[in-house]
C-alpha cells in the first residue's frame, strides 16, 4: 500500500511533553504506535541549548502532548 503522503516515521519530529510543558525531545521518529521510539534524540529546553541524549528515547503516547514534523 501506498501513502498519500509520507508517514512520519523517520521523519524529524518534535514531541512535547505533558509532564513538562517546558520540555520537548526532538528525533527521528523510528516507531509510533503506543510507544513512540526516537533516535537521535535532543532535550530541548527554553533556558539551555539542545542536549544530546545517548541511545534510543521511548515516550509512551499518554505522556505527548502533541508532535510536529519537521521539513
Not at 514531541?15 to 528525533?27: C, E, F, H, Q, S
Not at 521518529?29 to 544530546?52: C, M
Not at 528515547?57 to 502532548?65: G, K, M, Q
Amino acid at each position: 500500500m501506498r501513502w498519500p503522503w509520507n508517514p512520519p516515521e523517520l521523519r524529524l519530529v518534535i514531541v512535547n511533553l505533558k509532564d513538562d510543558p517546558a520540555t520537548a525531545i526532538r528525533g527521528v521518529l523510528a516507531e509510533r504506535g503506543p510507544w513512540f521510539t526516537l533516535r537521535r534524540a535532543e532535550l530541548l529546553k527554553a533556558t539551555t541549548p539542545p542536549t544530546p541524549i545517548d541511545g534510543e528515547v521511548v515516550i509512551h503516547r499518554s505522556n505527548v502532548a502533541f508532535y510536529q514534523v519537521l521539513p
